[in-house]
């Protein structure tokens, strides 16, 4: 069975401070993607960043970027210089052949002015 | 466009009911997707398209209808529905179901059953 589990319900941060959210998984597959994605109160889910995990170099995307640790199964995301529109609930998610999204259960960041 | 399109944002519906979700894209995607999703809590999926036909159906109660009438469009018909049923509903699609695919997502239907 796949799995994605965040550990971190809630978390703050000042705004232009760096922020990290965790993320472990557990798949049996080779080959697999790994996302982050952002949900604004506004409600629509928007791709963050993602991962293939043959790839060993970590994905950035302007102030995000990841640390995926394969072998540990870990795949973080940092916010730098958080801004107060990056407060929303994140979700890790892991995709592989068929179309499954399987999603964590989510981290509610909070940036404060 | 890069945009997924749902309507209505908004459905209070009775239990003895019958009422439609749409969703609509125009990039081209050959896949598309049902979730339902409760407060706080990740999305769950419910049905799966790929190329017009149904591909996954994750052991979905049959008051929930999916139909694809054709690559742009995807609706989810509603019958007697119960009040646990209340819960935002995306849509997504991507360009296929294979690996690695970014799925874009819609705003969501926000439902209420009374």
């Known amino acids: 069975a796949q799995t994605v589990t965040q550990s971190q319900p809630e978390m703050s941060v000042q705004e232009a401070e760096t922020v990290t959210l965790s993320c472990t998984y557990d798949?049996?597959?080779?080959?697999?993607?790994l996302f982050w994605y952002k949900q604004p109160p506004s409600r629509q889910m928007i791709l963050v960043i993602r991962?293939?995990?043959?790839?060993?170099q970590n994905a950035t995307e302007n102030r995000f970027s990841v640390n995926f640790q394969k072998a540990a199964k870990s795949f973080s995301l940092k916010i730098s210089d958080s801004q107060l529109g990056d407060t929303a609930m994140y979700f890790c998610?892991?995709?592989?052949?068929?179309?499954?999204?399987?999603f964590g259960q989510g981290t509610e960041l909070s940036v404060k002015p | 466009d890069t945009e997924v399109t749902q309507t209505p944002k908004h459905l209070v519906m009775g239990m003895t009911n019958k009422k439609s979700l749409k969703c609509e894209q125009h990039m081209g995607h050959r896949a598309m997707y049902w979730y339902k999703q409760k407060a706080k809590k990740p999305p769950e999926l419910m049905f799966v398209y790929s190329y017009e036909k149904l591909s996954i159906n994750e052991s979905v109660p049959s008051r929930f209808s999916p139909e694809c009438p054709n690559s742009s469009l995807l609706n989810l018909h509603l019958h007697a529905l119960q009040p646990e049923d209340s819960a935002l509903y995306l849509c997504?699609?991507?360009?296929?179901?294979?690996?690695?695919?970014?799925?874009?997502f819609g705003q969501g239907t926000r439902l209420t059953v009374v």
């Open positions: 997504a699609s991507s360009q296929w179901t294979g690996e690695g695919a970014e799925a874009f």
């Open positions: 798949t049996s597959e080779n080959n697999y993607y």
């Open positions: 991962q293939e995990a043959y790839k060993q």
């Open positions: 998610a892991l995709n592989n052949q068929g179309g499954k999204l399987i």
